[in-house]
RNA sequence: GCGCCCUUAGCUCAGUCGGAUAGAGCAACGGAUUUCUAAUCCGUAGGUCGUUGGUUCGAAUCCAACAGGGCGCGCCA
């Protein structure tokens, strides 16, 4: 594991410092020290503010705290300024040489420079996608994927042991439904007489899922059991004959559809969690068992909703679980009237499950139309699993797609949402993905098909590959030298401003991942790899126009090795961080 | 009616779990041509951070109320 954040060593020299002017203050004071580039960057490379959040318990003015801390950092050997400003920061400026000596660091991790050990190899589980299996996959579903890989992703490279979970539905009435039809197709690949219209009057609630998609299962099905499910005629059987395996085996086919659309988005799911197989297992009973036994469930009747009561509503005796002891606004019912469990209840069953697992942290990417299922979510997780393991849901909001300034409609003809698989071939996966990553996940995003492949610099997507393939453009006609062969060169040529800002942001992206981690956030990252490739835009212009600044110097070894250093990490950067998002890196744009 | 999320420059959005004079990009305007790909870069201009109070050394950030937008609201998943 290599950990290199110059921003977490300076911190811990400033705690370090702190403690030792002010031996009485218990260690727990400086919790809330920080140690962060300013904003302004004309205040220096780091700004602490350590001597405003103790000097309370210091009982010290904050100025005269920073002034004596600042005189004990600037006789560190990493930093060239420290001096006490404002309210009472401190204002750090860092040795060039301290900076540059990073470099080697970022060569000789490669890709892996980045990597931290926030997570301490703890166990998470992130379940995203888990679409239901009635379907191909389509864009609403897009969002989600991406956010929760990218989201595993990075976990994974803030150092958690993450298992990337995808949540079969295959237990609920939808799956029955989609049995129907697919028998419909069935049927209808035999050859019935009867109209959709009559076969649909056979079904209470009607004929769902009419799209296409299910035609091919209908044949398959008469392959694989010629008429033995149906009546002469091609008339519909009693359910009990076919009900069971039409629906696993349509079930199969969805997943398999569903499978292929997700490898064609690059997301690959450790595990895949049946709803059906967990019920069967008798994971509900266990979970109700379990709440049951802390005395969280009882039979109790709910108040009709405030202000709005629903035209049917009548009271009604339940099993409800006490969701309101753990911050809920209402108990929450377990168990329909024919007995069987809620889809809140199948749910507590597979969040049981996972506790069961040892996962020490619960991870799931939702859609915002769940947002009112969160709190319940959370109040069983803690129920279950004594407040001891945290449940985080990152709410994706919609995405509409738009073409030509148009919004793209839904298809009726197919009976679905455009189609992911006709998104990733329209503009390509690694658009896709970085497109769906340049938004906070909770904020409503637009798709624009034409923009995404837009080649010019309001795409990200193109602007960040174009860094990555101009960074491979001068390796390669400086005869690709390798990474262990620069992390050696020496690096005192590296002196002008665009230079050393290009060296400060690469220096900033373990912490990027750290935080970005922890807030669960990886849109971060996409915006971190937007300002990389801009500061390597600008050095890549400079040299434009003052052609000492040019990378590769023939008359200059020393500088040209020390500019492919430079080159060669930022290159690293990108792709340590293209590979979080899931997104190939470009050789070259052609 | 209740709950959750959102409101930042003309547009699309950042803002690192309370920090210093709130930042990018696009659009607008003015510049850079014999290159390691000008698919880029430089400069100018542009904001009462929805409104009003509160908390403190300090608020876009936390709290309360209000306005506007989205989502949800007992056996649908």
Redesign the pocket.
Same mark, same amino acid.
């Given at each position: 594991m290599i950990t290199q954040d110059i921003f977490a060593a300076l911190r811990a020299s400033a705690v370090s410092a702190m403690a030792e002017l002010l031996p009485d203050l218990p260690p727990d004071a400086f919790a809330?020290v +920080?140690m962060?580039?300013?904003?302004?960057p004309?205040?220096?490379d780091m700004?602490?503010?350590a001597a405003? =959040?103790v000097?309370?318990a210091a009982r010290q003015p904050?100025p005269k705290l920073a002034a004596a801390l600042a005189e004990r950092l600037s006789a560190l050997p990493e930093v060239a300024e420290a001096a006490p400003?404002?309210?009472?920061?401190?204002?750090l400026r860092l040795r060039e040489g301290f900076l540059r000596a990073q470099l080697p660091v970022v060569l000789t991790a490669c890709e892996a420079y980045g990597d931290g050990s926030a997570g301490a190899d703890r166990r998470v589980d992130v379940e995203y996608v888990s679409a239901?299996p009635t379907g191909p996959m389509h864009v609403g579903h897009c969002r989600g994927a991406v956010v929760g890989d990218a989201l595993a992703n990075l976990l994974t490279k803030a150092g958690y042991a993450v298992t990337k979970e995808y949540y079969v539905?295959d237990?609920?009435? %939808?799956?029955q439904a989609l049995a129907q039809a697919a028998y419909w197709r069935y049927l209808q690949a035999l050859g019935t007489t009867m109209t959709e219209a009559e076969y649909a009057a056979t079904i209470p609630g009607g004929l769902q899922y009419g799209g296409d998609y299910l035609v091919p299962v209908g044949e398959a099905l008469r392959e694989r059991h010629g008429d033995a499910l149906a009546v002469p005629g091609a008339r519909p059987a009693d359910p009990a004959l076919w009900h069971d395996p039409v629906r696993d085996f349509t079930v199969d086919a969805m997943m398999a559809s569903i499978r292929d659309d997700l490898a064609a988005l690059g997301v690959r799911h450790d595990v895949f969690v049946s709803?059906r197989a967990l019920i069967a297992e008798g994971e509900l009973e266990k979970a109700e068992a379990r709440l049951s036994a802390r005395g969280l469930i009882y039979r109790g =009747?709910?108040e009709?909703?405030?202000?709005?009561t629903?035209e049917?509503?009548?009271?009604?005796? +339940?099993t409800l679980f006490r969701a309101t002891q753990f911050g809920d606004?209402?108990d929450?019912?377990l168990?329909?009237?024919?007995g069987?469990g809620?889809?809140?209840a199948?749910?507590i069953a597979n969040h049981l499950h996972k506790l069961e697992r040892g996962f020490a942290g619960l991870v799931h990417v939702w859609?915002?139309?769940?947002?009112?299922? =969160?709190?319940r979510m959370k109040a069983a997780v803690s129920a279950l699993s004594d407040g001891k393991v945290p449940l985080d849901v990152v709410?994706t %909001?919609?995405v509409r797609v738009v073409k030509n300034g148009e919004p793209v409609r839904m298809s009726k003809r197919a009976g679905t949402y455009v189609a992911l698989r006709d998104l990733i071939d329209e503009v390509g996966r690694d658009a896709v993905r970085f497109t769906m990553l340049?938004?906070?996940a909770?904020?409503?995003?637009?798709f624009d098909l034409d923009k995404v492949v837009e +080649?010019?610099?309001?795409?990200?997507v193109?602007?960040v590959q174009?860094a990555h393939?101009?960074c491979r453009?001068?390796l390669?006609?400086?005869g690709d030298p390798s990474a262990a062969e620069l992390a050696a060169v020496p690096l005192d040529a590296l002196a002008d401003p665009g230079e050393m800002a290009l060296i400060r942001r690469i220096a900033?992206w373990p !912490?990027?991942v750290e935080?970005a981690a922890?807030?669960r956030?990886p849109?971060?990252i996409a915006?971190f790899l937007?300002?990389l490739?801009?500061d390597f835009?600008?050095?890549?212009?400079?040299? !434009?126009?003052d052609a000492t600044?040019?990378?590769?110097q023939g008359d200059e070894p020393e500088a040209t090795r020390a500019?492919l250093a430079l080159?060669a990490a930022t290159a690293a950067v990108i792709r340590s961080g293209l590979a979080v998002m899931g997104v190939a890196p470009?050789e070259?744009?052609?």
């Open positions: 809330r +920080q962060e580039p300013p904003r302004d004309a205040h220096g700004a602490t503010n405003m =959040v000097a309370k904050p400003a404002g309210p009472g920061f401190v204002n239901n539905n237990a609920g009435a %939808q799956v709803e =009747v709910l009709p909703p405030k202000g709005k629903p049917d509503w009548e009271p009604r005796e +339940q606004e209402v929450r019912p168990r329909k009237s024919d069987t809620t889809y809140f199948n749910d859609g915002a139309d769940h947002g009112g299922y =969160v709190k709410l %909001q919609i340049t938004r906070k909770d904020a409503q995003m637009e +080649q010019s610099r309001d795409n990200p193109f602007y174009y393939a101009r453009s001068v390669r006609a400086a900033a !912490r990027t935080a922890e807030a956030e849109h971060r915006f937007h300002d490739a801009g835009h600008i050095l890549w212009n400079k040299g !434009r126009e600044l040019r990378f590769i500019r080159v470009a070259e744009m052609r």
